[in-house]
């Protein structure tokens, strides 16, 4: 059962004062669920006491929402844990994780509140802002080489190999990746659907050769950052995180589900411009053949999202009635599909 905003506020005031904040007394003010909440919950609020004031955030394990039972918390915890102290990306710093379900009805992590902005980039507002952002700040400079710092990190020496499984050199990830999407369709798929298998297919004729492996954000686009005025103040939602071929993060900034109609890559970068700087920087070679593929795979995976929302909401009792929307994007994601096939 679904806890309310009231009762999640006092069990947290609770926990807090006895975990983390050694028994003194505190006050929780200005506590509210963010927007979003397609996958785990995120909670924001200021934690005040005689002698400080600090800015926290809950994030909280959701069930019977997008792909829920592919996410891993703690893995989640690990990998914010290692970035914030290994670094200089704008990763929130991680302070407790909790596996007891019973404190707020889901296991969670705290972390710190970072100061900016979210923009949802098709929104009217965040259009707005991303298009000045797009020719009048440095933004789409750091926004990639945010994503240099990250897919050049030696991320065995930082230990990020315990926390993600390391697929192997060559096509050891895009076969661990292939397995994942087919083994996911079975789960969610509600009709054998031709265009689906035509996919999978052709994703495994077509199968790149991973040039080295790096630690992906998996979910790496503008609406996932934090802004001031003028820079990126901070890098979010890393549930999606693992080791594989940086070119997968690449292609996915370069899809056409993250620009629809912009002539910008996520509403933000020149196509050209981004690529030959991504590749002067790491030493990459890239090309369309391989950009191609992984829009492909990506176009997958909206599909199969839209899936797992339908599944959560008519198999898992979700109340979420969003999940019953994204449900009916499916025809959407398919047809976006058959298009990047070049159907």
Same mark, same amino acid.
């Given at each position: 059962?679904?806890?309310?905003?009231?009762?999640?506020?006092?069990?947290?005031?609770?926990?807090?004062?006895?975990?983390?904040?050694?028994?003194?007394?505190?006050?929780?003010?200005?506590? &509210?669920?963010?927007?979003?909440?397609?996958?785990?919950?995120?909670?924001?609020?200021?934690?005040?006491?005689? @002698?400080?004031?600090?800015?926290?955030?809950?994030?909280?394990?959701?069930?019977?929402?997008?792909?829920?039972?592919?996410?891993?918390?703690?893995? @989640?915890?690990?990998?914010?844990?290692?970035?914030?102290?290994?670094?200089?990306?704008?990763?929130?710093?991680?302070?407790?994780?909790?596996?007891?379900?019973?404190?707020?009805?889901? &296991?969670?992590?705290?972390?710190? $509140?970072?100061?900016?902005?979210?923009?949802?980039?098709?929104?009217?507002?965040?259009?707005?802002?991303?298009?000045?952002?797009?020719?009048?700040?440095?933004?789409?400079?750091?926004?990639?080489?945010?994503?240099?710092?990250?897919?050049?990190?030696? *991320?065995?020496?930082?230990?990020?190999?315990?926390?993600?499984?390391?697929?192997? /050199?060559?096509?050891?990830?895009?076969?661990?990746?292939?397995? &994942?999407? &087919?083994?996911?369709?079975?789960?969610?798929?509600?009709? *054998?659907?031709?265009?689906?298998?035509?996919?999978?297919?052709?994703?495994?004729?077509?199968?790149?050769?991973? @040039?080295?492996?790096?630690?992906?954000?998996?979910?790496?686009?503008?609406?996932?950052?934090?802004?001031?005025?003028?820079?990126?103040?901070?890098?979010?939602?890393?549930?999606?995180?693992?080791?594989?071929?940086?070119?997968?993060?690449?292609?996915?900034?370069?899809?056409?589900?993250? $620009?629809?109609?912009?002539?910008?890559?996520?509403?933000?970068?020149?196509?050209?411009?981004?690529?030959? *700087? *991504?590749?002067?920087?790491?030493?990459?070679?890239?090309?369309? @053949?391989?950009?191609?593929?992984?829009?492909?795979?990506?176009?997958?995976?909206?599909?199969?999202?839209?899936?797992?929302?339908?599944?959560?909401?008519?198999?898992?009792?979700?109340?979420?009635?969003?999940?019953?929307?994204?449900?009916?994007?499916?025809?959407?994601?398919?047809?976006?599909?058959? /298009?990047?096939?070049?159907?």
């Amino acid at each position: 059962m679904s806890q309310s905003l009231e009762s999640i506020k006092k069990s947290l005031q609770h926990y807090l004062q006895e975990q983390m904040f050694n028994g003194n007394n505190l006050e929780i003010e200005d506590f &509210e669920q963010a927007s979003g909440g397609w996958t785990d919950e995120t909670y924001v609020f200021t934690v005040r006491t005689e @002698q400080t004031s600090e800015g926290l955030v809950i994030r909280k394990l959701k069930k019977s929402s997008l792909l829920s039972e592919e996410r891993n918390l703690t893995q @989640q915890f690990k990998l914010l844990q290692i970035l914030s102290n290994s670094t200089p990306l704008p990763v929130p710093k991680v302070f407790r994780l909790e596996l007891d379900e019973t404190i707020i009805g889901e &296991e969670f992590m705290i972390m710190e $509140r970072l100061e900016g902005k979210s923009y949802v980039p098709w929104s009217k507002e965040g259009s707005a802002f991303l298009s000045k952002a797009s020719s009048h700040t440095h933004i789409p400079k750091q926004f990639a080489d945010y994503l240099i710092t990250l897919h050049m990190l030696d *991320y065995k020496k930082v230990g990020i190999h315990e926390v993600f499984a390391d697929p192997g /050199e060559g096509m050891g990830f895009i076969d661990k990746k292939l397995i &994942e999407l &087919e083994n996911l369709y079975l789960k969610y798929k509600n009709i *054998y659907d031709p265009i689906m298998t035509d996919a999978l297919q052709w994703l495994r004729h077509h199968r790149p050769e991973a @040039q080295r492996l790096s630690i992906l954000h998996g979910d790496y686009r503008t609406g996932n950052m934090l802004y001031g005025v003028k820079a990126i103040s901070g890098i979010l939602d890393w549930e999606a995180a693992e080791i594989g071929d940086p070119l997968m993060d690449v292609a996915y900034i370069c899809a056409k589900a993250n $620009r629809m109609d912009s002539p910008l890559q996520c509403y933000l970068l020149d196509r050209k411009w981004f690529l030959d *700087y *991504y590749a002067s920087q790491t030493g990459l070679r890239i090309n369309e @053949q391989d950009l191609h593929y992984y829009e492909v795979l990506h176009q997958v995976r909206f599909l199969l999202l839209s899936l797992s929302a339908a599944h959560a909401f008519e198999k898992e009792n979700a109340t979420d009635l969003r999940m019953a929307r994204q449900g009916y994007r499916w025809t959407l994601m398919r047809n976006l599909l058959a /298009e990047t096939l070049g159907y």
